[in-house]
């Protein structure tokens, strides 16, 4: 789980929503990006440039957008980090499924590696044992 390249919490809502559309199979564009994210294009663009600077994703204005493989690993970090809080709320905590997945979406980015391995071991435990 342990890569992350400098990436602010935008950043990461990129990858990760560039991966989450691949897993769906539904290649995105610029402009489909920015409607998913509710963010302007030019917003999208400045942040696609940077991606592919920082080599995580491949983009050619207007066409469409892939993860390299590195940002292949990167979104899967972030994309299991949101997943282990979501859960921890939803099993753990009894919240509903909306707000656990609003909230692990906020708390994704600021979170340690080593607390979300804490709350992945105490999420099994507490679900072995209810």
């Given at each position: 789980?342990?890569?992350?390249?400098?990436?602010?919490?935008?950043?990461?809502?990129?990858?990760?929503?560039?991966?989450?559309?691949?897993?769906?199979?539904?290649?995105?564009?610029?402009?489909?990006?920015?409607?998913?994210?509710?963010?302007?294009?030019?917003?999208?663009?400045?942040?696609?440039?940077?991606?592919?600077?920082?080599?995580?994703?491949?983009?050619?204005?207007?066409?469409?957008?892939?993860?390299?493989?590195?940002?292949?690993?990167?979104?899967?970090?972030?994309?299991?980090?949101?997943?282990?809080?979501?859960?921890?709320?939803?099993?753990?905590?009894?919240?509903?499924?909306?707000?656990?997945?609003?909230?692990?979406?906020?708390?994704?980015?600021?979170?340690?590696?080593?607390v979300i391995k804490?709350?992945?071991?105490?999420?099994?435990?507490?679900?072995?044992?209810?």
């Open positions: 789980m342990e890569t992350n390249h400098n990436l602010s919490s935008g950043l990461e809502d990129y990858i990760e929503t560039i991966y989450i559309s691949e897993l769906n199979k539904f290649p995105l564009k610029g402009a489909e990006l920015a409607r998913k994210l509710n963010i302007s294009r030019a917003s999208v663009s400045e942040a696609l440039s940077r991606l592919v600077e920082k080599g995580l994703i491949n983009y050619k204005k207007y066409g469409f957008i892939s993860l390299t493989p590195l940002g292949k690993k990167e979104a899967e970090r972030v994309f299991e980090k949101h997943n282990i809080l979501k859960t921890f709320f939803e099993k753990v905590l009894d919240i509903p499924s909306e707000e656990a997945a609003e909230n692990a979406c906020k708390i994704e980015h600021i979170v340690s590696d080593n804490s709350i992945q071991k105490f999420t099994s435990t507490y679900r072995k044992n209810k």
